[in-house]
């Protein structure tokens, strides 16, 4: 089991109870094969630059610990997400 850390903006525009929604279906996905351990929920921030004609995003980042197959499998359904607008995902083992 190696530790990780997903970083994703979700679409500004959302209401708040779709966004909570975006949320635990991350939080499931992970679930299922590994173990969440932080959830820190940075809110409504400006972006560095517009990402699909965007300036503001909401910001999450989630820690956990998973077996090694697990951020590939979140990456394939983290970019079918129409809700997620950027993600990330760093293996915090490595030095």
């Given at each position: 089991?190696?530790?990780?850390?997903?970083?994703?903006?979700?679409?500004?525009?959302?209401?708040?109870?779709?966004?909570?929604?975006?949320?635990?279906?991350?939080?499931?996905?992970i679930s299922a094969e590994g173990e969440v351990s932080?959830?820190?929920?940075?809110?409504?921030?400006?972006?560095?630059?517009?990402?699909?004609?965007?300036?503001?995003?909401?910001?999450?980042?989630?820690?956990?610990?998973?077996?090694?197959?697990?951020?590939?499998?979140?990456?394939?359904?983290?970019?079918?997400?129409?809700?997620?607008?950027?993600?990330?995902?760093?293996?915090?083992?490595?030095?």
């Amino acid at each position: 089991m190696n530790k990780y850390e997903v970083m994703f903006i979700i679409d500004i525009d959302l209401e708040d109870a779709k966004k909570e929604a975006v949320i635990e279906t991350v939080k499931e996905i992970i679930s299922a094969e590994g173990e969440v351990s932080k959830v820190d929920v940075w809110g409504a921030r400006k972006m560095a630059y517009p990402i699909q004609k965007k300036n503001d995003g909401y910001y999450v980042v989630i820690e956990f610990t998973a077996a090694p197959t697990l951020p590939k499998e979140l990456d394939r359904r983290m970019k079918i997400s129409e809700n997620i607008i950027r993600h990330l995902i760093v293996n915090l083992d490595e030095k």
